[in-house]
């Protein structure tokens, strides 16, 4: 698995020069959502394409930038599912920007996960992985060197409330949950990067992320295989829980198409358990 750490270290380090000095229009494509590809979009999963081209370990590639798999070692044992660039329309605006990693042995699916990683791009390049049985571990890079910071712990209970999606196509439940913990004082923190909005909750010890399912999209907008599984082992691994809407674990997802979606929950316990409670699924 170092091997991988090390060539994501690398990616980090390309694709934060590609931010800072290429150009951050358009190209005239979509991804597999249909969502508009920026040019850093293509470069940095280009970017993240040739680095593993060069570790053996690494048998196929999943991008949320292309459509289906793509294979690269016959002798591999690991699939890399990606997303190269993880809202990178805020990088036109100078807000952070975020690599994510799910590293799986076998189908790629929520239990076959082994290990993950993000990336995030803001005043510093800053790396969280985690491999299973560990804390996620936390690095800084400072002068091309990845450092290490600490192991990530998330309290019982947090001050931070990030809430996703376009509140007006919330069903009542959901509003009410957000607007409750608002009114005990959480604070809101939420940037529309999912990367940086999940690494200031781990590192400011607790609260919740969500992203629920709405009018607009009742299967919720983040993908399982290259956003949400990844995120929630890290999650798990720190301590709290990461659900779906029914309270199920999304580290027990099992996507049906490399693109799908799932509504997602990410926090410290005392704010799932209330989640679970608003709706309904407390177990
Ligand atoms: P909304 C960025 O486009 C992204 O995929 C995630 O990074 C982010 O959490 C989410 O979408 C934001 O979506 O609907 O709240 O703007």
Redesign the pocket.
């Known amino acids: 698995m170092h091997t991988l750490f090390e060539t994501i270290e690398k990616i980090a380090l390309k694709i934060d020069h590609a931010i800072k000095t290429e150009d951050l229009g358009y190209c005239d494509s979509e991804n597999s959502s249909g969502e508009d590809q920026l040019k850093l979009d293509v470069k940095s999963d280009y970017l993240i394409e040739e680095a593993f081209k060069s570790v053996p370990l690494v048998k196929d590639l999943i991008s949320e930038e292309k459509e289906g798999v793509l294979h690269l070692h016959d002798g591999g044992k690991y699939t890399v599912c990606y997303d190269p660039l993880?809202?990178s329309?805020l990088a036109d605006v100078n807000l952070s920007v975020g690599s994510i990693f799910g590293i799986y042995e076998g189908e790629p699916k929520g239990e076959n996960l082994v290990a993950s990683a993000y990336v995030v791009y803001g005043p510093r390049i800053e790396i969280v992985r985690v491999v299973k049985g560990e804390k996620p571990k936390h690095y800084r890079a400072q002068e091309g060197l990845f450092n290490f910071i600490c192991e990530i712990s998330l309290r019982e209970k947090g001050k931070l409330n990030a809430p996703?999606?376009?509140q007006q196509n919330w069903c009542d439940y959901h509003k009410s949950f957000v607007d409750d913990l608002f009114a005990e004082g959480y604070r809101l923190r939420y940037s529309?990067?999912?990367?940086p909005?999940l690494h200031q909750i781990l590192l400011k010890g607790g609260g919740i992320f969500s992203?629920p399912g709405t009018s607009d999209k009742p299967h919720g907008?983040?993908r399982q295989l290259f956003e949400v599984i990844p995120f929630a082992f890290i999650y798990e691994q720190a301590g709290g829980q990461a659900v779906d809407a029914k309270g199920k674990r999304l580290m027990e997802l099992v996507p049906a198409h490399p693109h799908d979606t799932s509504p997602c929950f990410f926090g410290s316990t005392y704010e799932i358990e209330r989640l679970k409670d608003a709706y309904g699924v407390k177990s």
């Not at 529309?192 to 990367?195: P, R, Y």
């Open positions: 993880d809202g329309s996703g999606g376009t529309g990067g999912m990367v909005d992203y907008k983040l």
